[in-house]
């Protein structure tokens, strides 16, 4: 029997990047996935490349800075599976257009950035805790960054909402401790993903010398896969963990190990 055999999991930004990678070893582990993204075509094609693993893989669209959909996204999987077990806050926004000063970012890219990133945990934390206190438990884990313990220059919103997310973090683990809900979070350094090339885009550079200069940063000499994280996430969402609350892990190729990760 795999691991999260019988075990049911949402995943908010699952369609691609860190979000796919976290879908896909849920799946593959047994659990039922339901993969909430408002990239409609990825995740439809997501549903098809997990049809074949161990567990079972639903996409639904959703917008998880929207209260409404965060609330769909829990009612659907109590109609479907009877409830959540595990809930993957990963969903994550660094628009090319806000890597600017502070003062320069406009309120509404702020907002968006913070609804999206942070906010979205409150939401998915409002609506999922009271299905699992009705079954005992949970784990709920959150994708922040390593730009939430360090910051570089040019992502103002994108930090407060990492920095912000932790934080967060710290107080749902004391919230809901009692009601054998644990909360925890993971710490990416640069991972190979869309948000990545996004990145590349805005600076109008061929993808593989900058993905040279970011595996510099990196003592371990690269970036990062999804599957790196979501070995992570797995560990920390199972009973192999279960005396883990309220903490952060990095996933970050040794970059704050190093200490000033903005510099070579």
């Not at 049809?51 to 996204?73: T, V, Y």
């Not at 401790?177 to 109008?204: C, K, M, Q, S, Y």
């Not at 010398?209 to 990196?218: F, N, R």
């Amino acid at each position: 029997m795999a691991e999260f055999t019988n075990k049911n999991v949402i995943v908010t930004g699952g369609a691609k990047g860190i979000g796919r990678g976290l879908c896909l070893a849920f799946a593959r582990e047994g659990a039922r996935v339901l993969c909430a993204d408002v990239d409609e075509p990825a995740g439809l094609q997501l549903e098809k490349d997990a049809a074949d693993l161990a567990g079972l893989l639903r996409f639904q669209r959703a917008d998880a800075s929207q209260a409404a959909d965060c609330e769909a996204l829990v009612r659907r999987a109590s109609q479907l599976w009877g409830g959540v077990d595990v809930v993957c806050n990963n969903v994550g926004i660094q628009p090319p257009d806000s890597y600017i000063p502070a003062h320069e970012l406009r309120e509404d890219q702020w907002d968006r950035i913070l609804d999206v990133n942070l906010k979205s945990c409150f939401l998915m934390t409002k609506y999922c805790v009271p299905v699992m206190k009705q079954r005992g438990g949970g784990v709920i884990i959150n994708t922040a960054s390593v730009q939430g313990l360090q910051a570089a220059k040019g992502v103002a919103a994108y930090a407060a909402s990492k920095g912000g997310l932790l934080s967060l973090t710290r107080q749902l683990a004391l919230e809901y401790a009692a009601d054998h809900i644990r909360v925890l979070a993971v710490n990416p350094g640069t991972i190979d993903t869309p948000l990545v090339d996004e990145f590349v885009a805005a600076l109008g550079m061929d993808k593989a010398q900058v993905a040279e200069a970011l595996a510099k940063i990196h003592p371990l000499g690269r970036i990062g896969r999804a599957a790196d994280v979501a070995e992570v996430v797995l560990f920390l969402a199972s009973d192999k963990a279960s005396f883990m609350t309220g903490e952060n892990v990095c996933v970050d190729g040794g970059m704050m190990a190093k200490g000033a990760w903005a510099s070579s």
